[in-house]
């Protein structure tokens, strides 16, 4: 017997309606690309989303085909994301710092047939355009006025969208229907694309929203600094017309000083983005003697979270920071790190240090060793993480790479994590980036953090380099504070009484800055081979060997 409840598909363009019906006139600001702000609300979003979704259809797009972007966050994006989505069509964000070979691949795998560009990007576009013939259009995000000189038919967005009514309905979908895709950052292989369903993006959406994940409500202005190329922007775009909440997009500015003048002015109290960037907005908050205007909490994920940026953010800034932990995989939020409530009462307590936090709801996470048998969650036990859930990817696009999965359908998500007892997650390393020495696992992760703790340190990596004895090595490569000095001899002798003997580095080098993907990771592929680069000679790499002993 099933109950007497109305059945209505989720949808993406639901959220735009419901935000323009009872939020309509909460502000969306955008810093341009070209150069000043634009500010419209909610009403307005949903009406130009409509004019795009008409422009679309008037351009040839069916259901199904994939639209591209190369765009910065922006309001103009933000429409792209709704009116292709909306319409039945699939938006198809796509990261502009890759490689010209690596866009030219994912704009060709997807077999985009639109691509949307802000302008600061016409040099891939012009770049890429002879090798991707299916894009039936280029159309540059921005006005006539800015229009740039080029060598290709360019369309120009906002002519775009002012040529076309906004009396589209959207239609009624599978909510199961294809809605978004985005590819992975491709650190083994080429990338592969995740493609979402509205029902997931919904529902991560909801998820996404609880108090004790990013925790928005109608009441908040909200700053993505994590691009919306990224995993879309971790459901921002998405979440935020669902609560009601403002929407201040950054463009291009995602520098200290430019993101602190957005906070002050918008008054924000709630972002989100990858410690890289909060280490610029430190400096220039440390330089400038500035401090943020209101209580402001963060989600700081994309990469581990070094201790001593938590405590700088908390203690001389007053932020509220959460550490979270997600792939594209999930769509991407899996598990964010909250104040639990103690046994005896209802106040909150500080959360397990370094931990990426507790699953949401919707979300089942489990762990198992080479053999395949589950872990202990006893907080000491460490196993491959596995995934299941309402917006966790069974397959790629195009089943590239076959099926992913393992029995009981969970995904494997290449990361070796323990959770304790209390169900905090913490990623001890990605499988790949472990260090084994003498047969015995070293973590990447863990190492990095207690360099970190170092008061002139502001970036570490930590890589296996080959060793004679031992097998591998760990080996630190760090980026100092400016105005910050140090040596090898001094980390070495800060980590002897943070970490076991036989962790200890086979060595340190400085160096001005590390290499990061598109996505604000770092490229540890790129430093190890650039260390046994700088280290071989006609034999094989040198050792020092003393390092591990004991």
């Given at each position: 017997m099933h109950g007497l409840m109305m059945r209505q598909p989720l949808l993406i363009s639901s959220l735009l309606r419901h935000a323009d019906a009872w939020h309509g006139d909460t502000e969306v600001v955008t810093r341009l690309p070209e150069g000043g702000v634009h500010r419209y609300d909610y009403r307005a979003a949903h009406r130009r989303a409509r004019q795009l979704a008409r422009a679309l259809a008037a351009l040839g797009v069916q259901r199904t085909d994939r639209v591209g972007t190369l765009a910065w966050n922006t309001h103009r994006h933000?429409?792209?994301?709704?009116?292709?989505?909306?319409?039945?069509?699939?938006?198809?964000?796509?990261?502009?710092?890759?490689?010209?070979?690596?866009?030219?691949?994912?704009?060709?795998?997807?077999?985009?047939?639109?691509?949307f560009f802000d302008?600061?990007?016409?040099?891939?576009?012009?770049?890429?355009?002879?090798?991707?013939?299916?894009?039936?259009?280029?159309?540059?995000?921005?006005?006539?006025?800015?229009?740039?000189?080029?060598?290709?038919?360019?369309?120009?967005?906002?002519?775009?969208?002012?040529?076309?009514?906004?009396?589209?309905?959207?239609?009624?979908?599978?909510?199961?229907?294809?809605?978004?895709?985005?590819?992975?950052?491709?650190?083994?292989?080429?990338?592969?694309?995740?493609?979402?369903?509205?029902?997931?993006?919904?529902?991560?959406?909801?998820?996404?929203?609880?108090?004790?994940?990013?925790?928005?409500?109608?009441?908040?202005?909200?700053?993505?600094?994590?691009?919306?190329?990224?995993?879309?922007?971790?459901?921002?775009?998405?979440?935020?017309?669902?609560?009601?909440?403002?929407?201040?997009?950054?463009?291009?500015?995602?520098?200290?000083?430019s993101l602190t003048e957005l906070y002050t002015r918008e008054r924000v109290t709630f972002s989100c983005g990858v410690p890289t960037i909060w280490l610029g907005v430190l400096q220039h908050l440390q330089k400038s003697g500035q401090r943020l205007p209101l209580p402001h909490r963060t989600v700081i994920g994309g990469a581990a979270l070094p201790t001593s940026l938590t405590q700088t953010l908390r203690d001389d800034h007053g932020l509220e920071v959460r550490h979270g932990w997600g792939m594209t995989e999930l769509?991407?939020?899996?598990?964010?790190?909250?104040?639990?409530?103690?046994?005896?009462?209802?106040?909150?307590?500080?959360?397990?240090?370094?931990?990426?936090?507790?699953?949401?709801?919707?979300?089942?996470?489990?762990?198992?060793?080479?053999?395949?048998?589950?872990?202990?969650?006893?907080?000491?036990?460490?196993?491959?993480?596995?995934?299941?859930?309402?917006?966790?990817?069974?397959g790629y696009f195009r089943n590239e790479g076959g099926d992913p999965l393992r029995a009981g359908g969970w995904f494997p998500t290449g990361d070796i994590a323990t959770i304790d007892a209390d169900g905090y997650l913490r990623i001890v390393d990605r499988a790949k980036d472990l260090v084994k020495s003498g047969g015995e696992w070293i973590s990447s992760i863990e190492l990095e953090n207690a360099v970190l703790s170092h008061p002139a340190i502001a970036q570490a990596a930590v890589i296996a380099v080959p060793h004679e004895k031992w097998g591998e090595r760990p080996f630190v490569i760090a980026v100092c504070k400016p105005d910050c000095a140090t040596s090898d001899t001094e980390i070495l002798a800060h980590l002897q009484a943070r970490v076991p003997k036989w962790w200890m580095p086979e060595g340190v080098e400085f160096v001005a800055s590390l290499p990061f993907s598109g996505t604000g990771k770092v490229l540890k592929r790129e430093l190890r081979e650039r260390h046994l680069k700088r280290i071989s000679g006609p034999g094989k790499p040198r050792s020092t060997g003393g390092a591990g002993e004991g």
């Open positions: 933000f429409e792209i994301y709704y009116a292709a989505s909306g319409s039945g069509a699939v938006v198809h964000t796509i990261n502009p710092r890759l490689s010209l070979d690596q866009l030219a691949y994912i704009v060709g795998h997807a077999d985009d047939r639109v691509l302008i600061a990007f016409l040099k891939q576009v012009e770049a890429i355009a002879p090798r991707c013939a299916h894009v039936r259009h280029w159309i540059a995000l921005t006005d006539r006025a800015h229009l740039p000189a080029n060598t290709l038919p360019l369309l120009c967005y906002e002519e775009v969208v002012a040529g076309e009514s906004d009396d589209f309905e959207w239609p009624d979908l599978d909510e199961l229907a294809a809605a978004a895709l985005c590819y992975t950052s491709g650190t083994t292989g080429h990338p592969k694309g995740v493609l979402y369903t509205h029902r997931s993006t919904l529902l991560h959406a909801y998820a996404a929203s609880l108090p004790d994940s990013l925790g928005l409500s109608a009441r908040d202005t909200v700053l993505p600094v994590v691009p919306m190329f990224h995993v879309n922007a971790w459901g921002i775009p998405y979440a935020a017309p669902l609560t009601g909440a403002k929407l201040v997009f950054p463009g291009a500015g995602l520098d200290g000083a769509s991407p939020v899996g598990v964010v790190n909250t104040p639990r409530r103690s046994d005896t009462s209802n106040t909150p307590v500080e959360e397990p240090q370094r931990a990426q936090g507790r699953v949401l709801p919707g979300i089942d996470l489990c762990l198992v060793d080479a053999a395949g048998a589950a872990v202990p969650h006893d907080g000491r036990s460490r196993g491959e993480l596995l995934a299941r859930g309402h917006w966790v990817c069974e």
